[in-house]
């Protein structure tokens, strides 16, 4: 069992930058690859970028890419999320996953095992 807990959402001005973390308790996390995903009011929970269970690869949406970044230290069972450029877009829940799929960086929902209860992320414009 792995459990995973976000934190560092708030409320920020666009234009602005916030690093969320995504801090894990549990057997094994450094076997597992690591996803953030988003949910926005109204729509559905998409995926925003992903980091392989070494932190080698990472993969990221369109939607985010240049902007997002995804780091790990499987020394603090953390995971980091770094987003720059921030956008009135980007106001969503985010939610940290982990899972052991066979693919490096997973982009379905589906292929993650463990969730966070999410940390709200505000933009204004």
């Known amino acids: 069992q792995v459990q995973l807990v976000e934190s560092g959402g708030g409320l920020v001005q666009a234009g602005d930058s916030l690093t969320l973390s995504c801090a894990a308790s549990?057997?094994?996390?450094?076997?597992?690859?690591v996803g953030w995903f988003r949910q926005a009011p109204g729509k559905e929970r998409e995926f925003a970028v992903a980091?392989?269970?070494?932190?080698?690869?990472?993969y990221c949406a369109d939607s985010v890419k240049g902007r997002f970044t995804i780091s790990r230290d499987n020394a603090k069972n953390t995971v980091y999320l770094q987003m720059n450029s921030l956008t009135p877009e980007d106001t969503a829940v985010y939610y940290c996953?982990?899972?052991?799929?066979?693919?490096?960086?997973?982009?379905?929902?589906?292929?993650?095992?463990?969730w966070g209860q999410g940390t709200q992320v505000t933009v204004s414009s």
């Open positions: 996953a982990a899972g052991n799929s066979w693919r490096a960086t997973p982009i379905l929902a589906s292929e993650y095992d463990y």
């Open positions: 549990g057997r094994a996390f450094s076997r597992y690859a």
């Open positions: 980091i392989s269970w070494s932190g080698g690869t990472t």
